[in-house]
């Protein structure tokens, strides 16, 4: 049940963030502050519950705070390396 309605919540945040006609203020990775990165970690903080994805939570707190599609995707590619590096050890 929690998965489901997690993953239901997700996308319904996904849906409601996209909506968002607010521009993005980063436009290149270089530029992200330590500030949007602190509050995309918090915002990666959702994905301890089960059903919620890690990568979606980042991208969408990357979003929130400013950060364009394409930067907040590369955001959270390279914030999975250590994890994945981690794992194939």
Known sequence: QTVGITSILGGLIILAVEARTKPATVSQL??????????????????????MSRSGSTIIGGLLVGLDRKVATEYSFFLALPTL???TC
Request: net charge negative; glycine share 12%.
């Open 30 to 51: 270089e530029h992200v502050g330590l500030r949007e990165a602190v509050l995309i970690g918090l915002a990666q903080c959702a994905s301890l519950v089960p059903g």
């Open 85 to 87: 590096i981690v794992a």
